[in-house]
């Protein structure tokens, strides 16, 4: 007990996790699978437990059968290669996504199955050292996963500072955990083998992503949140007899459009899987403002008059607004900052005679660039009470002479190939 006392408060601790998580889940009712974190708590026990119980057989090397502790520690190097491999791919899922090129994922998997198998090929080599406070292994397949853990931590490294201004306040606390205390375990446990401190590293890396990422609870609000938003935008559509719907298909095509300019490495720096959950979350509020706009010009079955306009495209400035003073205490800044550009910029034009700020090109917030395409796109193509919907060949012809002119070039050359 005196060699695994760390070990077994650690394991206590994923425990726990554990089983609040499956418990809460199950009480919350989300169905949604995490697989990644659900693999991660299950490698985490299984890799704490593996430490344990190597820490007390490399120290009874006398009662202990010698291919028996063979086996136990190649079974634990194998499961802390793992285990440090699915702490990144867990990094790599919130942070650009796991890449779904099968190329790429083989090229992501690579240095997992090379160490595996020198691990699993050189365990005989394996020696055990007595140090002054405890016995402990080393040899080229303990050499190994150190290179593998340095190897995963800069890899971790470079996405954290490159992704930093595109993460959230909770994605960028587990990222630096995950950094953290990588790096400081490793470093003590390469300059003093004998401390066997390794379960330390999944310990905090668990529980920082259980609280910060994947409580059931923080799930459930945030499922109540997008209720609450899509609830809010209907509220706001339905005082507008022309638009019925008009959200749910401007939503269907940001996502789209947002997720093909994504898949042809277009704005590939910031449309990240956050941005574009974010964006598809924002879409529905981009006419919130007309909740401002008095009936008699809102329901208008006739053309408006031009100070009538001038009344109605204020809705893009008092979207804004509303968005700020509704959402900006939720805690969630990137969502607020996305709701309010789309609100009040999704009129802006790229030659700069949009409203409400006259903004040109890239000076139009990317959200807002994408909401734009889409929703003029819809409004042309549905139909209101004083005209019918026009012909499809139509609607992107009003986009492909817009391209470059209202819309950025970019973004409506995608949305027409």
């Not at 016995?135 to 853990?149: D, E, L, P, Q, R």
């Amino acid at each position: 007990m005196q060699y695994d006392k760390l070990q077994l408060g650690c394991l206590l601790i994923v425990l726990y996790v554990a089983f609040i998580y499956v418990r809460e889940r199950y009480a919350y009712k989300i169905k949604k699978k995490e697989p990644v974190f659900a693999w991660l708590l299950l490698m985490g026990i299984l890799e704490i437990t593996l430490d344990g119980i190597t820490a007390y057989t490399v120290n009874h090397l006398d009662s202990v059968p010698a291919v028996v502790n063979m086996v136990l520690h190649m079974c634990f190097l194998c499961s802390l290669d793992i285990m440090m491999f699915l702490m990144f791919l867990y990094l790599l899922d919130i942070t650009r996504g796991i890449p779904k090129n099968r190329k790429k994922r083989i090229l992501l998997m690579a240095p997992l199955v090379i160490n595996l198998a020198i691990v699993i090929i050189f365990m005989p080599q394996l020696s055990y050292l007595h140090g002054n406070i405890t016995n402990y292994s080393m040899g080229i397949s303990a050499y190994t996963c150190f290179i593998m853990v340095a190897v995963y931590i800069l890899a971790a490294i470079v996405i954290l500072f490159t992704s930093w201004h595109q993460l959230g306040h909770h994605k960028l606390i587990t990222v630096s955990t995950y950094v953290f205390a990588s790096i400081v375990v490793t470093c003590y446990q390469m300059f003093h083998p004998q401390a066997l401190i390794s379960c330390i590293v999944p310990t905090p890396v668990i529980v920082g992503t259980y609280l910060n990422m994947e409580n059931p609870v923080f799930t459930k609000l945030q499922d109540y949140s997008n209720e609450m938003v899509m609830g809010f935008a209907t509220l706001v559509e339905n005082r507008d007899d022309n638009t019925g719907g008009h959200i749910k298909r401007t939503t269907a095509y940001v996502r789209m459009l947002a997720e093909e300019l994504r898949t042809r490495g277009l704005y590939k720096k910031q449309l990240t899987g956050d941005y574009i959950k974010n964006l598809v979350m924002a879409a529905p509020m981009h006419d919130v403002g007309k909740i401002a706009i008095p009936d008699a010009i809102l329901q208008k079955p006739g053309k408006l008059t031009s100070e009538e306009f001038d009344i109605m495209k204020t809705h893009a400035a008092r979207g804004g607004k509303i968005i700020r003073e509704t959402f900006g205490h939720l805690g969630d800044d990137e969502y607020e900052k996305m709701a309010y550009e789309v609100a009040r910029h999704h009129h802006e034009k790229w030659n700069g005679r949009g409203y409400p700020d006259g903004l040109s090109q890239k000076e139009i917030p990317l959200s807002a660039r994408i909401m734009a395409v889409a929703d003029v796109f819809d409004a042309v193509s549905a139909k209101r009470c004083y005209r019918d919907a026009l012909p499809l060949e139509e609607c992107f012809r009003i986009i492909e002479n817009g391209s470059g002119q209202d819309f950025d070039p970019v973004i409506a050359g995608c949305f027409l190939t």
